[in-house]
């Protein structure tokens, strides 16, 4: 009987995961540091990148420092609200980080749940990129 009722709670769980609307389902990509690098770097011009590069920061977070080729900084809590300043297609691409990734991976779910495609959350966000060693730019400097 405890089997019996085990196997159940199992099943039960994997169908409402299933379910649509159960919030866990996650439809972005992950993307290193290394391949946004690639990408930037294929690139002729920041300007002429394949992607849009949002920093989804606070404005004090992002003036302290921000990914090389930074298109836009809206808070992860304001991107439902403000993504059509993005000003993108649902099929474009779309790249988001923040410090860790974590609010980044909200934001890449919350586009991804408003139709946008083909969204991308940068693993570790600021704090992998700088562990790299790669270049940090600062606004207004």
């Given at each position: 009987?405890?089997r019996f009722?085990?196997a159940?709670?199992?099943?039960t769980?994997?169908a409402?995961?299933?379910?649509?609307?159960?919030g866990?389902?996650?439809?972005?990509?992950?993307?290193?540091?290394?391949?946004?690098?690639?990408?930037?770097a294929?690139?002729?011009?920041?300007?002429?990148?394949?992607?849009?590069?949002?920093?989804?920061?606070?404005?004090?977070?992002?003036?302290?420092?921000?990914?090389?080729?930074?298109?836009?900084?809206?808070?992860?809590?304001?991107?439902?609200?403000r993504?059509r300043e993005?000003?993108?297609?649902p099929?474009?691409?779309i790249?988001?980080?923040c410090?860790s990734?974590h609010?980044?991976?909200?934001?890449?779910?919350?586009?991804?749940?408003?139709?946008?495609?083909?969204?991308?959350?940068?693993?570790?966000?600021?704090?992998?990129?700088?562990?790299?060693?790669?270049?940090?730019?600062?606004?207004n400097?």
């Amino acid at each position: 009987m405890r089997r019996f009722i085990g196997a159940l709670t199992g099943i039960t769980l994997v169908a409402s995961l299933m379910l649509a609307g159960t919030g866990w389902s996650y439809h972005s990509y992950l993307l290193s540091v290394q391949q946004l690098q690639a990408g930037l770097a294929k690139a002729s011009s920041p300007q002429k990148k394949a992607f849009l590069l949002v920093d989804v920061r606070t404005p004090e977070e992002h003036r302290a420092g921000m990914i090389p080729g930074t298109d836009f900084n809206i808070d992860f809590r304001d991107i439902k609200n403000r993504h059509r300043e993005l000003g993108v297609q649902p099929d474009d691409h779309i790249v988001v980080y923040c410090q860790s990734g974590h609010r980044s991976n909200i934001a890449a779910e919350t586009l991804a749940d408003l139709g946008y495609r083909h969204v991308y959350n940068v693993a570790g966000s600021m704090n992998a990129w700088t562990e790299a060693g790669f270049p940090v730019d600062h606004p207004n400097r």
